[in-house]
Nanobody
């Protein structure tokens, strides 16, 4: 059974940075498409960034140039480096793995506020 454990959320001022991590276990990480989603208050969950098996990347338009997704094969972990954070980035961020099935992490809160 695939398990995903996120970490790194918190409170940050506008313009600040945070780095989220998601540890993958219970499957073959090299065959999993990994992504970050977020759910802002009162809104639906939305894709933020994805990284494919071959390293191909996909970003939501509003985070391009500010967020970077990466994967560490040795540690079976993905990261989301978030820079120049804005109030609109406030959300619960979820890690997702597509590996024979779809798996979600428990979510981590990111709050951007002064």
């Amino acid at each position: 059974q695939v398990q995903l454990v996120e970490s790194g959320g918190g409170l940050v001022q506008p313009g600040g940075s945070l780095r989220l991590s998601c540890a993958f276990s219970g499957g073959d990480f090299s065959r999993a498409v990994m992504s970050w989603y977020r759910q802002p208050p009162g809104k639906e969950r939305e894709l933020v960034a994805a990284i494919g098996i071959n390293g191909n990347l996909n970003y939501r338009d509003s985070v391009k140039g500010r967020f970077t997704i990466s994967r560490d094969k040795a540690k079976a972990t993905i990261h989301l480096q978030m820079n120049s954070l804005e109030a609109e980035d406030t959300a619960v961020y979820y890690c997702r793995a597509t590996y024979r099935n779809i798996y979600w992490g428990q979510g981590t809160q990111v709050t951007v506020s002064s």
